[in-house]
């Protein structure tokens, strides 16, 4: 079993190598000292879903706790197909798909379900963690943060057996069981806590904002005496047209790569 991009690659008779599809850079201002994190919690199956009772409310209460704002970026609203919205969240306004990437990129990371929005973040280079038991650990990306179903629990289905999409409670195995949605309800919101804090890219969350203060301060320092002796004093204009960005520009790239690697 493999993904499509590998069975290419097979065909092709090249190394596989995954490969993101581009996308239209955002002309977007990113506060770096922004604490926000984004949460999609819907799909097109209870299958897909974090069918954990209390997963995704523990998971956001966490993130209030450490100072974070917890933006919802699915648009189905409360009690859809009997399924709650977490409490502690904002919900982001419907409007076009390019708002939702705008606040993903304003995001320190997204934390979804095996859907689009997953795909659209990991597409988009946002530190994504993408929590899932309907399907096996090879079947998505393989740059993210990865919280599968526990070691003897049952999973996999939608790689084992064809999707009914007009079952939305498919669960070929355990349906009508005590069983049903096993996968995901066994995948525990400390699990997902754990993996986060193991993940290169938050575990320091704690230190974040502060670090990226401190650079604010620091390399606007720098680029203000750099400015300063310019023979025009005018940072924009004395550089190459090509490249013509402005410091603000500048910093919050700059800042958001670093804290990030």
């Not at 092709?12 to 994190?37: A, C, H, M, S």
């Not at 999609?40 to 706790?65: H, I, R, Y």
């Not at 699915?74 to 009997?82: I, L, P, R």
């Not at 973040?121 to 919280?147: H, K, Q």
Request: net charge neutral; glycine share 6%.
């Amino acid at each position: 079993a493999q993904t499509m991009q590998k069975m290419c690659s097979d065909i092709l008779g090249l190394d596989f190598v995954e490969v993101k599809p581009k996308i239209k850079k955002r002309n977007l201002q990113i506060d770096p000292t922004l604490k926000q994190v984004c949460i999609g919690v819907f799909g097109t199956a209870q299958s897909k879903f974090w069918n954990n009772p209390t997963g995704w409310q523990t998971v956001v209460d966490w993130l209030n706790n450490k100072g974070y704002t917890v933006k919802l970026l699915s648009k189905e609203g409360d009690d859809y197909m009997g399924n709650k919205l977490p409490k502690g969240v904002v919900q982001h306004p419907h409007g076009p798909l390019e708002l939702v990437m705008d606040e993903m990129l304003k995001s320190k990371a997204f934390i979804g379900i095996g859907s689009g929005l997953s795909w659209l973040s990991w597409s988009l280079n946002v530190p994504t963690v993408l929590i899932s038991g309907f399907s096996y650990d090879w079947a998505e990306m393989e740059d993210c943060v990865r919280i599968a179903a526990p070691k003897g629990k049952c999973e996999g289905c939608f790689n084992r057996v064809r999707l009914d999409p007009s079952d939305w409670n498919w669960c070929p195995d355990h349906k009508g069981t005590e069983r049903q949605f096993e996968c995901t309800k066994s995948i525990t919101p400390e699990m997902v806590i754990e993996q986060i804090n193991k993940s290169k890219f938050v575990k320091n969350f704690d230190e974040i904002y502060y670090v990226s203060a401190l650079k604010n301060k620091n390399i606007n320092n720098l680029l203000d005496g750099i400015v300063a002796r310019l023979p025009e004093g005018d940072f924009e204009n004395s550089i190459n047209f090509e490249t013509n960005i402005s410091k603000d520009v500048f910093f919050s790239e700059l800042t958001r790569e670093a804290v990030f690697k």
